[in-house]
């Protein structure tokens, strides 16, 4: 008799969004770090900006882009609904400025992480993005900053912590050194950060 064979219907663990409004330079590191993966697919950009450096990322690897207005992004149920027929398991935040709505957030319950530029719960919340973190840091006389990648709750950048990672600072760096050292972490640590976490739900 010929013996049966029980192989995986699929290895897939994870189809994700990502939802970006930035240059998208992690974007592109996490989509280089899953091409050609049998596991994660990375499914689409979702971005509120046409003019986003993401979207030419997203293009540049042939991943769809999803565009949406504010009014969009908080109707109850129309990005949920498209998020759903795209059957999108997990969601990345890398670079989206929005809050996100209650109903997206109990969807993606512990499915959805963000990365913040700074070592948490110092320099977050509402209008800490981007350059204004690392001015607060070095306004500050930090001896230390880095990246903090969490689960997102309803507020600005307070879920769980997953992952943070520390560079130590001089006290002579400007602002841009500051920020390059950072993105320097969050291109190094973001990409394998999401593995781990799809793998083995912290
Ligand atoms: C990163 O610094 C990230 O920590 C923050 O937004 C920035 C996005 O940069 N959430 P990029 O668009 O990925 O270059």
Redesign the pocket.
């Known amino acids: 008799m010929a013996k049966k064979l029980s192989l995986p219907l699929s290895m897939k663990i994870a189809t994700i969004a990502i939802f970006?409004?930035?240059?998208?330079?992690?974007?592109?590191?996490i989509i280089e770090y899953f091409n050609g993966s049998a596991e994660v697919e990375i499914a689409a950009v979702f971005t509120n900006k046409t003019t986003?450096?993401?979207v030419k990322v997203a293009e540049n690897y042939h991943i769809p882009v999803v565009f949406f207005s504010k009014e969009q992004f908080y109707a109850p149920g129309s990005i949920q609904d498209l998020l759903k027929k795209m059957r999108i398991t997990h969601i990345v935040?890398?670079?989206?400025?929005w809050l996100i709505p209650k109903d997206l957030i109990n969807l993606y319950d512990q499915k959805m992480i963000?990365?913040?530029?700074a070592l948490l719960p110092k320099f977050g919340g509402r209008g800490m993005?981007?350059r204004y973190?690392h001015e607060a840091v070095k306004n500050s006389g930090e001896k230390e900053t880095g990246?903090t990648i969490h689960l997102v709750n309803e507020n600005y950048d307070e879920g769980k912590f997953l992952v943070q990672k520390k560079v130590i600072l001089s006290g002579n760096e400007t602002v841009d050194e500051i920020?390059a050292k950072?993105?320097e972490l969050?291109h190094k640590y973001f990409p394998s950060s999401i593995k781990d976490w799809l793998k083995k739900p912290y």
Not at 20 to 29: E, P, Q
Not at 93 to 97: E, M, V
Not at 114 to 117: K, T
Request: net charge neutral; no cysteine.
């Open positions: 970006a409004s930035g240059n998208g330079s992690n974007a592109a590191k986003a450096g993401v935040l890398a670079g989206f400025l963000n990365i913040h530029p993005y981007g973190v990246i920020a950072v993105q969050e």
